[in-house]
């Protein structure tokens, strides 16, 4: 049978026709059910599309097909390309391009066009074959030219560097058909997946008129890649069969793992995953391992899922698969209540939330517990600590997928370890950390402070937090010196954290234990030191972890921080105690903070707060100035609350921790206004924005404040309330104060708007205790400032004084005529000395007496002025009624004295009466 035959058609140089009548032929012929008549239709095919010979040489050689010398080198590269066991061969094909050497440059342009010509039809070959060609017949110039040849020349420098699906050596070993069905598949499904195109990908797998053929590793591992890329769509069968033909070969790299990984999760083999699991443990990748027993347990066991999960991130691994996405992973912290998941959550949300202390953790109990212990200790714990964690008895429990977990915290630890610094001088201190005299050891030597790297130092500090206060002071001032002082504060750890508080507060860690020594006191440090930053989750772990504290522990600051545990989220008075008691500790006044916090945003109203703050509880005040800052405050009457807090007797350096970030909020507010203080002290808001310190001994005296009168609108309620912060933040028994200045305050209520009026009551409260205190104190100290004459006593004697001109005068002889005699002898007017003597004691007294309890120098000035007049004219004159000026005086002067308005002492009716009310000290 001749070749037309084979093709069904008549002898013809029709191209077209001769590839139509192959494509009909080859439906019949399939290349893997017929491939001996795949071969033959094949041949047929290419003999009949070859060219004819010359017909003539009359056209020339420069346009006539190469002579037959010429044409071997194309028949060769055909003879080469239709066979199979050669097709493949690298040998021949360098053999070939040899045999091109001899020809001149014009017979290779003429072997370029025919080879080009029929390169196209073999479109299945691999790159490596038209990289040769490209070599040997110089395509590289068909990119400089234009038009169709320009588009052929970069389709073909796109072929020969197409990837190959798989190596030409094990292609050579197949026949034709394979040959072909190979390239013909796998060489667009790498091109498919090199490009991302998913439909590409998965057209090739499921509309494929080729079958999947050939079982070489590099095809696997392709095979294996489609199917990742076409998901849970893939044929399971398939996928296993794959799975376990590439499990057996051998030298699987880390990129082979990872495709086995995914093809076993996706069959949902168990034997094969845990089969997997363990030559991944073996091999030492841990990322892939992890993820790998994500996929595997985030549906059937989500608690070692998220172990895992939290393991990956906290480690910087690339996880394939977010276990924290799924819904019931997506709980805030404060709904989970044990401290070990929400370490997790804040884990996997990338937090580094970390319990500060190993106590939150020691109650759990079992295996998460010892694995929560264990890697606690590797990032913070001692070394030792981190010793005796790997030894916990717990983890050898440990079954199924918790024991790759075990493993790969293990040997996260064990790395640790083996990271640990050599250093003999501080290793002998170190291995005593922890003891009841830890900080009472000795401060470090010049060597010992010089043996460690920053970097050794920080490390230190993170898993010994409790060095001892000379340690500490060294260290920071070697930190200082050499500029690593900052990242002593960085972490989220208790050794950061207390390293900041050290650096800038200057604490002392010995202050809490006030030089007492019991067993267990390195727990408690802990305990107490972490306390303040540990969140509310925590702290019951915590509280459980310490138990009860020993006897001689009860009255401390420790006994407090323990109740407090007991109930972190309700405000509780216990701590305005402590802090009165303890204004030093600092870990006292952050807990003071948190608990005003928690008053803040409980339910008790303002009206509940203001009441609770006339009762003296500073917190309930500190509460209700931060809840005016956040509801559009009357900014003058929240300063004024701010000022009660701050000159309250009880507010000492624990309040400071209340005091600052309220008067940071004020600052704020008051440049948002653009009210300047160049402008105090007389200006209705300036007066009070002057008021904005930190030191109750800055706040402006009493003296300052009467040298000047405030303008009208500032005497309405300004003023009012600066006078009377000037005498809660000073000592007024000495100098006295003016009750005047404060009648706006509880005289003048109706005039005041709501706000103020609270700020009102709230001042006049403390007002009067600091009265009543000064009032106590003088009553045992300062007696005499009970000597002054009230009011009513003043008029008495100035009645008497009244009569007594008519009983003096008229002198006689009177003053004139004893002036005009000139006498020297003054013993010869006795009775008018004594006349005189009494009429000036009298008048003296009454108004010395007027003077002492007048609050304005001009008003006693004019007083004395008036009566020494008056009192001349009356004996000059020497008349009875020349005196009466001098007595309505008196009685003027009197009527208006007020008994608090008496300047530097108290009427002596306030001496025997206990505690008053503001109304009768000022009234």
């Not at 706006?744 to 209520?749: R, S």
Request: aromatic share 10%; glycine share 4%.
């Amino acid at each position: 049978m001749d070749i037309w035959q084979r093709l069904g058609l008549k002898e013809t140089g029709d191209l077209s026709a001769i590839k139509r009548a192959y494509h009909i032929k080859l439906r019949d012929c399939h290349p893997e059910e017929d491939p001996e008549g795949f071969r033959l239709l094949r041949e047929a095919y290419e003999k009949a599309s070859r060219p004819p010979p010359a017909m003539s040489q009359a056209t020339g050689p420069a346009t006539e097909l190469v002579h037959p010398a010429e044409a071997s080198e194309l028949t060769a590269l055909l003879s080469l390309l239709g066979d199979a066991s050669r097709r493949f061969v690298m040998t021949e094909w360098d053999e070939w391009q040899t045999s091109l050497h001899s020809l001149s440059l014009v017979q290779q342009s003429q072997l370029s066009d025919e080879v080009l010509q029929r390169i196209f039809q073999w479109q299945w070959l691999p790159a490596p074959l038209i990289e040769h060609l490209w070599q040997a017949l110089d395509w590289a110039s068909l990119l400089r030219r234009s038009g169709d040849m320009q588009k052929k020349g970069e389709f073909l420098d796109w072929w020969r560097q197409a990837p190959l699906a798989a190596p030409l050596e094990w292609l050579a070993t197949l026949d034709h058909a394979h040959q072909r069905a190979v390239l013909a598949f796998y060489q667009p499904l790498l091109l498919s997946l090199d490009a991302g195109d998913r439909n590409g990908v998965l057209g090739l797998i499921y509309h494929s008129t080729l079958p999947i053929v050939g079982d070489h590793p590099d095809l696997m591992r392709l095979q294996l890649r489609a199917l990742q890329a076409a998901g849970d769509d893939g044929d399971a069968t398939h996928r296993l069969s794959l799975t376990l033909a590439l499990l057996a070969q051998e030298q699987l790299s880390e990129d082979d793992w990872r495709l086995l990984s995914d093809s076993a999760l996706r069959c949902g083999k168990e034997l094969l995953v845990m089969r997997i699991a363990e030559t991944l443990a073996e091999r030492g990748y841990e990322a892939l391992l992890t993820n790998h027993l994500i996929g595997w347990y985030i549906r059937c066991e989500p608690e070692l899922a998220r172990w895992l999960q939290a393991l990956a991130i906290a480690n910087h691994w690339p996880t394939t698969r977010s276990a924290f996405w799924e819904p019931q992973w997506l709980m805030q912290p404060w709904l989970q209540p044990d401290p070990l998941e929400t370490w997790l959550h804040a884990q996997m949300v990338s937090l580094d939330k970390t319990p500060l202390t190993i106590l939150a953790l020691e109650s759990i109990p079992g295996l998460r517990g010892a694995l929560a212990r264990l890697w606690w200790s590797s990032e913070y714990g001692t070394w030792q600590a981190l010793e005796a964690a790997l030894a916990q008895p717990e983890l050898a429990d440990a079954e199924g997928g918790w024991l790759f977990l075990v493993r790969l915290l293990q040997r996260h630890a064990r790395r640790k370890l083996a990271e640990r610094p050599d250093l003999p001088l501080l290793d002998a201190l170190l291995a005593g950390y922890g003891k009841d005299d830890w900080l009472a050891i000795a401060p470090p030597s010049a060597e010992q402070l010089a043996c460690a790297t920053p970097e050794q130092w920080l490390d230190y500090l993170r898993r010994y937090p409790l060095l001892p206060d000379a340690w500490f002071k060294a260290i920071a001032q070697r930190a200082s010196k050499e500029g690593w002082d900052e990242k002593m504060m960085q972490g989220e750890h208790l050794g950061a954290r207390l390293s900041h508080q050290r650096y800038y507060s200057d604490t002392v860690l010995a202050d809490a234990w006030h030089g007492e020594s019991w067993p267990g006191c390195f727990r408690w440090a802990l305990f107490y030191y972490a306390r303040p930053w540990t969140p509310n989750q925590h702290l019951d772990a915590l509280r459980q972890s310490m138990g009860s504290l020993p006897a001689n522990q009860d009255d401390t600051p420790l006994a407090t921080l323990l109740h407090l545990c007991a109930q972190p989220t309700v405000y509780q008075a216990i701590i305005m105690d402590a802090c009165a008691r303890w204004p030093q500790q600092y870990v006292l006044s952050l807990a003071l903070r948190h608990q005003t916090e928690s008053l803040k945003h409980s339910d008790v109203g303002d009206e509940a707060l203001l009441e609770r703050a006339r009762l003296n509880e500073l917190p309930a005040l500190a509460a209700l100035i931060d809840r005016r800052l956040d509801n559009e405050p009357d900014l003058a009457c929240t300063i004024v609350l701010w000022n009660l807090l701050l000159c309250h007797k009880t507010s000492n350096e624990a309040y400071e921790y209340l005091l600052t970030p309220l008067r940071q909020r004020l600052e704020t507010l008051r440049q948002a206004q653009g009210l300047a203080l160049e402008v105090y002290p007389y200006a209705e808001e300036s007066l009070i924005y002057a008021y904005l310190q930190q030191d109750p001994d800055n706040i402006t005296t009493l003296e300052e404040l009467e040298k000047h009168h405030p303008n009208a609108a500032a005497a309405k309620f300004v003023y009012p309330v600066c006078y009377a912060l000037a005498m809660l933040a000073h000592d007024f028994g000495s100098h006295g104060f003016q009750a005047r200045q404060l009648d706006p305050l509880y005289k003048q209520q109706d005039d005041l708007t709501p706000a103020q009026q609270e700020v009102s009551s709230l001042v006049q409260g403390y007002l009067e205790d600091k009265l009543n205190t000064q009032l106590e104190h003088d009553r045992a100290h300062a007696k005499k400032r009970f000597r002054l004459q009230s009011g009513a006593q003043l008029i008495f004697v100035s009645i008497l004084s009244a009569i007594l001109p008519y009983f003096v005068f008229p002198l006689e002889p009177s003053l004139r005529e004893v002036l005009a005699s000139g006498s020297p002898y003054w013993v010869e007017y006795y009775s008018l000395g004594l006349d005189m003597a009494a009429m000036l004691f009298m008048n003296l007294y009454l108004m010395w007496h007027i003077c002492r309890a007048q609050t304005r120098p001009r008003t006693s000035r004019n007083y004395l002025i008036w009566s020494l007049i008056w009192l001349a004219i009356a004996f000059y004159i020497n008349s009875a009624w020349l005196a009466v000026p001098l007595w309505l005086g008196h009685l003027v002067m009197s009527c208006r004295l007020r008994p608090g308005a008496l300047r530097r002492g108290w009427p002596r009716a306030f001496y025997k009466q206990g505690r008053m009310s503001l109304s009768d000290i000022l009234d």
